[in-house]
């Protein structure tokens, strides 16, 4: 639900479409050399963002000097803002024509297409890193529908524009307003259901490693793969030199006979497997490229209560 009145969340509204449309008469690329210099004002300006980013950065990357994390965290906010403006263009560039354009399957993605192909169900996860919606975007716009878990936008016009835009091509957004399809009725149906996978999960959630901290992890995820019985793929949309061109990458598959013979010992469980596994590979592929990822956002917020000084339970 909005904080502000409606009169607030329309003005929001229509001046988003008004910057939308004015966008709108520029090439995209121009308009991610704007979105460039709009993430470097923020970064200099954004004090809060800006150490947050930075305090992220340096427990991320103990060995880095100190000049290298400030480079990285002007980039992340740069990046973020670039996400913004793909956003508006996706739905004019990417369809079944054009696709090839702008983005690349790399050969790690193999599996993952002939997963789909099969029509067994599976989960794709993703972390906030590249271009995360671009990634099921194009998914959809090659034929193969599929359903994403979305937080809707607390300002209801401007989320319900953006979810017309995002399900243009076929991809479905379950958000929590007014949603009657739930990820377990996809994945009965041998559907795709794709995940944003690094967020805090607050106290209840299951904590795994991730750049040598525990972060608390949502179960969910894992719970569903073990009841259905699908592989989890773990996948990014990697930006190509700042220009409105991706590659799509599947970082690690987990497959249901991994987790049922996961190593005793080193894992409490078949939930702890996964949950630690994926993770692993979300921090794999953000370490390839740190700029892209989103260090701006609280992903160690909460911390175990029975956490002790270094420890980082079940890497591997």
Request: net charge positive.
């Amino acid at each position: 639900m909005s904080k502000h009145g409606a009169l607030v969340n329309l003005s929001q509204y229509f001046g988003a479409r008004t910057a939308a449309a004015l966008m709108g008469l520029f090439p995209v690329n121009a308009n991610l050399r704007s979105a460039r210099s709009i993430g470097s004002l923020m970064y200099h300006v954004d004090r809060r963002h800006r150490k947050r980013a930075m305090e992220n950065l340096r427990a991320s990357f103990p060995e880095k000097p100190e000049k290298e994390l400030e480079y990285i965290a002007e980039r992340s906010m740069q990046h973020f803002i670039e996400l913004v403006m793909d956003v508006l263009f996706t739905t004019r560039l990417i369809n079944i024509e054009s696709w090839h354009k702008y983005v690349r399957f790399e050969p790690s993605s193999r599996t993952t297409l002939e997963l789909m192909l099969r029509g067994n169900g599976a989960i794709m996860l993703t972390g906030h890193y590249g271009n995360w919606e671009v990634l099921g975007y194009t998914i959809a716009a090659m034929g193969f529908q599929n359903y994403a878990v979305a937080r809707p936008i607390d300002n209801p016009y401007v989320d319900s524009w953006l979810l017309g835009v995002r399900e243009k091509r076929g991809q479905i957004i379950l958000s929590k307003r007014g949603v009657t399809t739930t990820a377990l009725d996809v994945l009965e149906k041998k559907g795709i259901i794709g995940f944003i996978a690094d967020q805090n999960a607050g106290p209840k959630g299951m904590f795994v490693p991730f750049f040598g901290r525990l972060a608390s992890t949502y179960k969910s995820i894992g719970l569903l793969a073990i009841q259905h019985d699908v592989p989890v793929i773990v996948g990014y949309a990697r930006r190509r030199n700042d220009h409105f061109q991706f590659d799509i990458g599947a970082q690690d598959i987990i497959y249901p006979d991994d987790w049922k013979n996961y190593p005793r010992g080193q894992y409490d469980n078949e939930l702890h497997y996964i949950t630690a596994r994926y993770t692993r590979g979300i921090e794999d592929f953000v370490r390839a490229d740190p700029t892209q990822y989103l260090w701006i956002h609280r992903r160690w917020k909460t911390r175990p209560k029975s956490e002790k000084p270094g420890e980082v339970k079940g890497v591997g």
